[in-house]
C-alpha cells in the first residue's frame, strides 16, 4: 500500500462478534484519504458524506497510457441456500494482500440488492472480520444507483403502455402530429433519435412534410404486440403479490387491460447494460438498443423506437461513475452495478475494474468477484464482460465449504433458516470426498479457460484437518494451482495471508491466455450446447416454446450476440440448468 497513511490493524476476539456489530466498531477512514491512497485528487471524485465517493470516468481518460495490473476473479462451487462467502472471500483476500503484503490493491464488488438484503440471505458486504464498510450504506440505498435503475426501468415502461393507448385512440395524422409538432412557425423538424427511426424504416427523407400517408403510418405507429412484452416494471424490494398483475383497469384505460408483473430492480436489462457499459456514450447505445417486445408483424421494438432512449440517459448519467468505499482494514473498494448471474452475467462493471487496474498500476492487484457458482457467474465473467472490455485475468480463485462439499456428496438437505443436521456439524471425510467432484468439475472448466486456478477452503469451526486435507488433495489432483486454507472470516486479512501469496505466485507465473468457451459467429443453439457440454452434458433438448423464441431471435439478427443468451426465457434456463444437475455426478 502507499505509505500516505497507515493501513488499520484489527483487533479480533472470539468468538466472532455479529457482522454488524464488527462493522460498527470501526471507525472509517474519511473517503478522501483512500483517494488520496489512490492518487485521487479532488476533482476525480465526487463526495457523497463522508465515507463514499462517486468516481469520475475521466479518470480513465487521464491513465489511459497507465499499465494494468493483475486481474483476479473469484468465483465458487455450486453454493448452498447458505451461501459459501464469495464475497467474504474477496475482502478477505484484499485486505491480506494490502494490509499483510504491502500491495496496491482495489477491491471490486457489485452492489447488493435491498430484496436479498432484507431477507434470509441478508447482506452482500462480506462478513466477520473481513467487510466493506459502512457496512449499512453498502447494503442499502448506497450513492442511489439502483434507485436510478428503478426510475428509468418504470419510466421506459410506462412509455411503452402509454404508447400502446395513444395509438389505440389516435390517427395516424393525430400521432404523427404529437411526436413531430410544428414549431412557432409551423415548420416541423426531425430530431436526431427520429432518424435513427426513419433510417430503420427505410425512409431516406429529411423533411417531415415529405412523408406520404403510408410513411407517416409506418413511422407514427409502432403497432406493439401487448402478448410479445418482455419489458416489466421494477422495484428494488421483495414482494411476491406484485409478480403478476393487470395494468389498465381505469375508466380511461377500458379495454386495455394487460397482464404483467414486477421485477426486482436488479434484474433490470438496464443494470446489465450499466454492467457492461464502458463509457457514458457507449451506455447511451445501449440503453437505446434495449429490446421491449415485437410489433404485431414480429419486428423488434426498441427504447428509441419509443423515443426515450435520452431520456433513460440522463437519469442514469451518475449512475455510470464507480462508487468508491472501503474495507474494515482501509483497502479500498469500488461498488458498482449489481446484475443477478441467472438473469443477467453477474459480475460488476467493466468501467469499475477498467479504473481499478489502471489505479493499482504493474504489480498491484485487482480483485472482483463473480456472482453465484463458477459455472454461471465466472463462465459470464469469461465469455462476456471480458470479451466485451477486453481484459486478461491471470488467476480464478474458486472459493469451497467442507459444508457444501458434503451436501454435492449426497448429504441431508440444507435449508436457509433452519439448523443444519448433524452430518455437517461432524467429521465425515467420505462425505466431503464424494462430493469433491463438484470442485474438481468446476477447477476444470475453469482452468481450460486458460487461467491459473487457486482454491481458497473457507473454513468453519466444525471442519476437521483431515477433511480439509481431503479437500486440498481432491483441489490439487484436478489441477489446481493451489490450494489454501482460509480463516478470513474470524482473523481478517491475516487469515488469507496464504492465499494472498498463493494468488501473487499464480498471477506471476506466467503469460495466461485467455480462451473464450465459443467463437460469436456460431447460432444460439451451438452457444447454448457449448456452455451445457463444459458442465459434462451429451447434448441439449429443446422445449417448444423455447424452439421458437430461438426462431425469433435469430430471425430479428441477435444469433452473434451474447444477449441472445439471455433473452432466452426463464421457463428455459431452468429447464436446463435442471438438466445441469444431471450430469456428470458434478452437480447432484
Known amino acids: 500500500m502507499s505509505s500516505s497513511r497507515s493501513v488499520r490493524k484489527l483487533e479480533v476476539v472470539s468468538p466472532v462478534p455479529a457482522d454488524i456489530d464488527i462493522a460498527n466498531s470501526v471507525e472509517p477512514f474519511h473517503i478522501s484519504e483512500i483517494a488520496k491512497d489512490l492518487n485521487l485528487s479532488p476533482n476525480h471524485y465526487d463526495l457523497y458524506g463522508k465515507y463514499k465517493a462517486k468516481v469520475l470516468l475521466s479518470v480513465l481518460d487521464e491513465l489511459e497510457s497507465s499499465d494494468n495490473g493483475y486481474y483476479v476473479v473469484v468465483g465458487g462451487i455450486t453454493p448452498t441456500p447458505l451461501g459459501e462467502g464469495k464475497s467474504t472471500t474477496t475482502v478477505g483476500l484484499c485486505q491480506a494482500l494490502g494490509a499483510y503484503l504491502d500491495r496496491k490493491v482495489v477491491t471490486c464488488l457489485r452492489q447488493p440488492s435491498q430484496g436479498p438484503t432484507f431477507g434470509i440471505k441478508g447482506g452482500a458486504a462480506g462478513g466477520g472480520y473481513s467487510q466493506v464498510i459502512p457496512m449499512d450504506e453498502f447494503n442499502l440505498h448506497l450513492t442511489g444507483d439502483i434507485h436510478a435503475i428503478t426510475a428509468a426501468n418504470n419510466l421506459l415502461a410506462a412509455a411503452i403502455d402509454t404508447r400502446i393507448f395513444h395509438e389505440s385512440t389516435q390517427s395516424d395524422k393525430a400521432l404523427f402530429n404529437r411526436l413531430c409538432p410544428p414549431n412557432k412557425e409551423g415548420k416541423r423538424k426531425f430530431s436526431d433519435i427520429m432518424f435513427r427511426r426513419l433510417k430503420k424504416l427505410g425512409i431516406t427523407k429529411t423533411q417531415p412534410e415529405d412523408l406520404t400517408p403510408e410513411e407517416v403510418k409506418k413511422f407514427a405507429r409502432l403497432d406493439i404486440d401487448p402478448n410479445s412484452i418482455t419489458w416489466r416494471r421494477v422495484m428494488d424490494v421483495n414482494d411476491r403479490f406484485l409478480r403478476k398483475i393487470t395494468v389498465g383497469q381505469g375508466p380511461e384505460e377500458k379495454g386495455m387491460v394487460r397482464e404483467t408483473g414486477f421485477d426486482i430492480s436488479v434484474a433490470s436489462e438496464i443494470m446489465a447494460v450499466l454492467a457492461l457499459t464502458t463509457s457514458l456514450a457507449d451506455m447511451r447505445e445501449r440503453l437505446r438498443k434495449m429490446v421491449i417486445g415485437n410489433s404485431k408483424a414480429g419486428e423488434p421494438i426498441t427504447a428509441d423506437d419509443l423515443g426515450v432512449g435520452g431520456a433513460l440517459t440522463v437519469l442514469m448519467k451518475d449512475a455510470v461513475n464507480p462508487t468508491l468505499m472501503q474495507t474494515l482494514e482501509g483497502t479500498p473498494v469500488l461498488v458498482h452495478a449489481g446484475p443477478f448471474a441467472n438473469i443477467a452475467h453477474g459480475n460488476s462493471s467493466i468501467v469499475a475494474d477498467k479504473i481499478a487496474l489502471k489505479l493499482v498500476g504493474p504489480q498491484g492487484f485487482v480483485v472482483t468477484e463473480a456472482g453465484f457458482g463458477a459455472d454461471i457467474g465466472t463462465e459470464k465473467f469469461m465469455n462476456i464482460k471480458c470479451r ?160 421458437k423464441q430461438i426462431e425469433m431471435y435469430t430471425k430479428q439478427g441477435f444469433r452473434v450476440y451474447q444477449s441472445a443468451w439471455r433473452k432466452l426465457s426463464t421457463h428455459f434456463r431452468t429447464m436446463l440448468l435442471r438438466r445441469e444437475h444431471q450430469v456428470d455426478l458434478s452437480y447432484r
Not at 472459493?399 to 433458516?417: F, N, Q, S
Not at 469433491?436 to 477452503?457: D, E, F
Open 388 to 547: 466485451y472490455s477486453d481484459l486478461r485475468p491471470q488467476c480464478a480463485v474458486i472459493v469451497a465449504t467442507i459444508r457444501a462439499l458434503k451436501m454435492h456428496g449426497g448429504g441431508p438437505e440444507v435449508v436457509a433458516g433452519k439448523p443444519l443436521d448433524h452430518a455437517y456439524l461432524n467429521e465425515n471425510v467420505p462425505l466431503v470426498e464424494a462430493g469433491c467432484v463438484n470442485l474438481a468439475r468446476h477447477i476444470i472448466n475453469t482452468k481450460a479457460y486458460g487461467v491459473n486456478v487457486v482454491v481458497a477452503v473457507n473454513k468453519f469451526s466444525t471442519d476437521t484437518e483431515a477433511e480439509m486435507n481431503a479437500v486440498m488433495n481432491a483441489a490439487m489432483a484436478a489441477g489446481a494451482f493451489n490450494a489454501v486454507i482460509c480463516t478470513h472470516h474470524a482473523h481478517g486479512g491475516k487469515g488469507a495471508v496464504d492465499l494472498g501469496v498463493a494468488v501473487q505466485r499464480a498471477c506471476a507465473s506466467g503469460n495466461q491466455q485467455l480462451k473464450y468457451l465459443y467463437p460469436l459467429d456460431i447460432s444460439i443453439k451451438e452457444k447454448i450446447e457449448a456452455i451445457a457440454k463444459s458442465y459434462g452434458a451429451s447434448g441439449v433438448e429443446y422445449t417448444e416454446q423455447a424452439e
